[in-house]
């Protein structure tokens, strides 16, 4: 059975290297025009891809899933119309594929290029939010490469939607249409094959939740690029302005509390919480956020529930927020380097001196100064979209687009050269 199961895995992947090999020639040109074939074809699909997706929705319901999984697994008409901007910005993107990162002549005429080229297969396996699908489909084809797509049984029906459109898509331009591929076959056994398909595909990437990640950094052959949970921070410096110090907490958890960029945790330097604290926890509750407090936080509100260990370390995804008072920088900085998942944290200050130390000692993947965690997306730093957000440091960190979805060669030139 297993064999069975593997076989179908296993001939998408050479499919998708075979067209792998053809993207890798392409000019810019021509994978724009796909991805702009592409982008019309979810528009004037919408109303079958959101009817897709509204099987899953209605799955998903009738399994209890929580509301902020639901969030992300909604799509309306709106939502496809983002799917297809998001492939527009992709093309109006520099192509990365056969930029020079350095050359130089040898003192024995040799001449070196390091140019950037394609990774060739890539394997994204996701869940629930169904708009992945179009992202890593378009930012794989413009930096030059086939992708082979695994989403959760949870938006079956959106995904299957989703790529046949966007083959039908590619099939009026010169990709081939196996440069967009769903793993086949359903349940765990099929991810599970694609993770073993080391020599097919080139690189692998999880998005999700920690289980996701751990599972297939822990199980994959293929190499691994390991994106992260997001147990975000913001921290009110003595020095910030308070009322930019409330807008930006207010965004960064209630924006949309379902996503990784939302923040988890609020600190508050002691200087300044008499008098912000208050003004924010009352935002809080008006907002519906539940705030669960160390004990100088419930000293100003004696119904905020107490912080835990666990509450320091979620990942809530919802409308809870850890509150809690620090009496230094360097204080919110050890917390945060203790409890934090390296993803995105911000400060709000007037001092350049504590911003400098908060950006150099916070060890995380993005770094926010007066501005809210909610920006640490690859749309809102310019890149379109993007195949996810890295919280490791081999290769990519941080948002991930086009660039990180390319590797190098160098391509060394002579006259007849020979080594004595």
Sequence with gaps: MTDELAAPVFDAARRARAAAADLAVLTRAQKDSALEAMAEALLSHAERIVAANADDVARAKENGTSVA?????????GRVEAMADGLRQVAALGDPVGEIERGYTLPNGLRVSQRR???????????ARPNVTADAAGLALKSGNAVLLRGSSSAASSNAAIVEVLRGGAAVSDVPVDAVQLVPGDGYEPAKHLMRARGLVDVLIPRGGAGLIRSVVEESTVPVIETGVGNCHVYVDAAADLDNALDIVLNAK????????AAETLLVHTDVADTFLPRVLAALREASVT???????????????AATDDDWAAEYLSLDLAVGVVDSLDDAVAHIRRWGSGHTEAIVTNDLTAAHRFTTTTDSAAVMVNASTRFTD??????????????????????????ELTTTTYVVTGDGHTRG
Excluded: W
């Excluded at 080229?117 to 869940?127: L, Q």
């Excluded at 690859?378 to 660039?403: C, N, V």
């Design 69 to 77: 999984i639901i969030d992300r697994l909604r799509l309306d008409q």
């Design 291 to 305: 705030v669960h407090g160390d004990h100088r936080v419930r000293s100003h509100d004696a119904t905020v529930a």
């Design 378 to 403: 690859g749309e809102q730093f310019g890149f379109g979209a993007e195949i996810g957000i890295s919280t490791q440091k081999l290769h990519a960190r941080g948002p991930m687009g086009l660039r």
């Design 117 to 127: 080229v394609p990774m060739g297969v890539v394997g994204i396996i996701y869940e």
């Design 254 to 261: 209630t924006q949309r509390p379902s996503v990784c960029n």
